[in-house]
């Protein structure tokens, strides 16, 4: 039998991680602390540096040119002067068509080791730790060679992450794949029990997880949860003015004297460009006096199809589709935008809907939005969305800083409403009997009580049309007068009795919590009260 209500109103006035090491977060048991004053969001960190990630023997910093050396020179110099355990796996490389005599030109300047293993990358190489010695093999064989790491998240729990939708925002905003309903048994897996997740997965994906957890323990403006600090000194080059004149010049050739004005590393994604029409000797013409490194880029690139990105302390020169596959993932602090889940759910939708970016799932290359807890967004895109992501953050904090604090005015729990509730037969009559000595006996009109302000009466409404058996509800109308939080208790009586809702939730809403932000927005804490 479907049983309905209808209720209407009428009147209404961390401790650093090393990579190769079992990672266990400290436990910490404080709670979040109170918010008193206006909240500021820091500037810092901008970013988890990858080499507090790896072992000291690879964060160590080196300085090193390798010209045209074949790779056997690279792994002798591993072995002799780092004193590196290094075990090239030359059947996997032959396998992949790769040999030790492949040129490497490669150059670090006081920078750390783990750069130039992740460089060698570009050539079909992969590279891994296993007990104390350094694979390097093939980036298919690699993918074989997964290992399971224990996170302790038991101080997020307390912080009030979910387990489940911490889970979830671990393993989507890291870039690894994960194993399915589907199965597939080179996928990785996350295993919680208790306070401690065990994740299976290869080792670049540990170094994102640990990176993502350390930027989610202390959060900033916006934090690169994987992501080496001298990349800022890229960015800084990118606004530098520079003069070009490229006429049927090689584009390996343009990028060489792109380099060479802005004073950094900028190479060919060969791997990438090589599924596409441009080679490193495809001509290009260009003429620019006095123009950002950016806009030049923008403006050399664009007519070929071509883009860039930041990874290992170079800029890469790709095509598009290179660009949209190397993602990176941020950490947002939004503690002044969303205050509950309701704000963090408007504040994603926001994101969606007003950047150009591309979002899953819509678009299966496009970026993430992760919230695992409400003042907390975790965005995995291409640096030129994150870019837009942060803006549009700014843009919001800006907006309500300058705008005033209304305050809607708090309803009166005492002002008195009619209430229309709608039951079946005999439900109805059993409730217009027993409802005044279940809700606030005190405030219903009787003989011994003439000027309480409650009454009630039924009247005979129109039946509910049959259901699938042909069967006919009889119903009946409580036609109720009493005050605002009388009614409150009321509609949670008979939600309870018929397992329904009202649909007018603002009879039966609980005053005493209503605030000052009005539902689907975000961020009414940063208006200044001094505004009103």
């Known amino acids: 039998m479907k049983i309905t209500l209808i209720l209407v109103v009428l009147t209404l006035t961390q401790t650093p991680i090393l990579f190769g090491q079992p990672v266990v977060a ?36 080196v300085t090193v040119k ?27 490389l032959s396998n992949a068509k790769l040999l030790d005599t492949e040129p490497v030109n490669e150059e670090l300047n006081d920078a750390p080791l783990y750069l130039l293993l992740s460089r060698l990358e570009q050539l079909g190489l992969a590279w891994y730790q296993h007990d104390d010695s350094l694979i390097i093999t093939s980036r298919e064989e690699y993918l074989k060679h997964d290992r399971t790491v224990a996170y302790n998240l038991g101080d997020l729990f307390d912080l009030g992450y979910a387990p489940q939708d911490l889970l979830t925002a671990i393993k989507r905003c890291s870039g690894g794949r994960w194993k399915t309903v589907h199965g597939g048994d080179e996928f990785g897996t996350a295993v919680l029990l208790g306070d401690v ?11 994102e997880i640990a990176g993502l957890l350390v930027a989610i323990r202390k959060p900033a403006r916006r934090t690169f949860t994987l992501d080496t600090p001298r990349h800022d000194g890229l960015r800084a080059a990118l606004e530098q003015k520079i003069d070009v004149d490229f006429h049927e010049t090689p584009l390996v050739v343009a990028a060489q004297e792109l380099s ?21 000797r495809t001509p290009v013409t260009l003429k620019l006096a006095d ?44 503690r002044d935008l969303s205050a509950d889940r309701d704000e963090a759910i408007a504040l994603k939708e926001a994101i969606l809907s007003q950047t150009r970016a591309k979002w899953r799932p819509n678009d299966e290359r496009g970026g993430i939005i992760e919230m695992p807890k409400h003042d907390i967004l975790i965005v995995r895109h291409t640096e030129t969305a994150l870019d837009e992501v942060l803006q549009l953050l700014e843009n919001y904090r800006t907006a309500l800083k300058a705008s005033k604090l209304r305050i809607t005015p708090t309803p009166d729990p005492n002002q008195v409403i009619t209430g229309y509730y ?15 000595e279940l809700v606030m006996k005190e405030t219903w009109k009787t003989k011994d009580q003439p000027d309480a302000v409650g009454t009630i009466r039924t009247i005979t409404a129109d039946p509910s049309p049959p259901d699938s058996k042909g069967n006919v509800v009889e119903n009946v109308v409580l036609v109720i007068n009493q005050t605002r939080a009388a009614h409150q208790q009321i509609g949670k009586l008979i939600q309870t009795l018929i397992s329904s809702k009202s649909i007018d939730p603002e009879a039966t809403a609980d005053t005493s919590k209503q605030t000052d932000r009005t539902p689907g927005t975000f961020g009414r804490r940063l208006i200044p009260k001094s505004a009103e």
């Not at 883009?307 to 290992?312: A, E, F, I």
């Not at 709608?422 to 005044?436: C, H, K, N, S």
């Open 66 to 92: 390798f010209d045209g050396d074949p790779l056997k020179k690279v792994v002798t110099w591993l072995q002799q002067d780092q004193k590196i355990n290094v075990i090239v796996d030359y059947k996997a």
């Open 422 to 436: 709608r039951l079946p037969q005999p439900m109805g009559f059993d409730v217009a009997t027993e409802l005044q």
């Open 26 to 61: 400290p436990v910490q048991r404080d709670k979040e602390p109170a918010i008193t004053g206006p909240i500021e969001i820091p500037d810092e960190p901008k970013t988890v540096d990858p080499a507090t990630l790896v072992t000291p023997q690879l964060a160590a910093k």
């Open 260 to 280: 060479r004005l802005s004073q950094i590393s900028i190479r060919l994604d060969r791997v990438a460009l090589a599924k596409g029409a441009v080679r490193e």
């Open 197 to 207: 997740v065990f994740i299976r997965q290869t080792d670049d994906i540990h170094r």
């Open 291 to 334: 123009q950002k490194l950016h806009a030049v880029l923008r403006s050399l690139l664009s007519n070929m199809g071509l883009s860039w990105y930041l990874r290992d302390d170079v800029l890469w020169i790709t095509n598009s589709e290179g660009a949209g596959d190397f993602q990176k993932t941020s950490v947002y602090d939004v």
